[in-house]
C-alpha cells in the first residue's frame, strides 16, 4: 500500500509541475510509472514515443531495452 501511495504522489507531482511529456526524461519517467502500476499497453506506448521523438538521446536506448523486456515477457 505504501507504496502504491509512493508510486500515485510521484505520478501527482509530475502532472502538477507541468510534464509537458515533450522531454525524453519525463516521457521515460512517465513511462516506468504506467509500468510499475501493471499498465503495460500505455508503458509500451510512451516508450515508442520517447524513440519516435528523441531517437538519438540516451533514454531512447534505455526505452528500447524497456520496450524489448516487455515484448519478451508478452506484456
Sequence with gaps: MKRLIM???M???LMIGGC??????EIFETAQLEELQK???HAKELYR?????????AYAAKAREKLDAL???GQ
Excluded at 514515443?49 to 538521446?57: A, G, R, T, V
Design 39 to 41: 499498465n503495460h499497453a
Design 20 to 25: 509537458s511529456g515533450e522531454n525524453a526524461k
Design 11 to 13: 505520478f501527482a507531482a
Design 7 to 9: 508510486i500515485f504522489t
Design 49 to 57: 514515443k520517447l524513440i519516435q521523438k528523441h531517437p538519438e538521446s
Design 71 to 73: 515484448n519478451r515477457a
